[in-house]
Nanobody, 125 residues
Framework: QVQLVESGGGLVQAGGSLRLSCAASGRTNSNYDMGWFRQAPGKEREFVAIIRWSDGRTYYGDSVKGRFTISRDNAKNTVSLQMDSLKAEDTAVYFC??????????????????WGQGTQVTVSS
């Protein structure tokens, strides 16, 4: 089992920045792809960004490309999401997610076994 705890959410004005962090604990001796999804009220959970354990390659949802940056520290079992140029439509609960690293990367929520409790990000326009 892997436990994930997010931090860093909050309220920010449009155009501003926030940084989310996720700390993993438990069975962290295995290789996990880690990343972020988000869910706004009345909408499905949406892929935001993923970083692969094996080669550090990153993947981003179309709506955040060029504005968000994902990074990880394997030694500390943490993953971070730097969010710049925030827009009102970025408002959502952001969830950290992890899955055992496989041959190919997975970008849908149903393929991730481990989830954090979520952190609220609100962008005022």
């Amino acid at each position: 089992q892997v436990q994930l705890v997010e931090s860093g959410g909050g309220l920010v004005q449009a155009g501003g920045s926030l940084r989310l962090s996720c700390a993993a604990s438990g069975r962290t001796n295995s290789n996990y792809d880690m990343g972020w999804f988000r869910q706004a009220p009345g909408k499905e959970r949406e892929f935001v960004a993923i970083i692969r354990w094996s080669d550090g390659r990153t993947y981003y949802g179309d709506s955040v490309k060029g504005r968000f940056t994902i990074s990880r520290d394997n030694a500390k079992n943490t993953v971070s999401l730097q969010m710049d140029s925030l827009k009102a439509e970025d408002t959502a609960v952001y969830f950290c997610a992890a899955r055992s690293s496989g041959v190919s990367v997975k970008l849908t929520a149903d393929r991730y076994a481990y989830w954090g409790q979520g952190t609220q990000v609100t962008v005022s326009s």
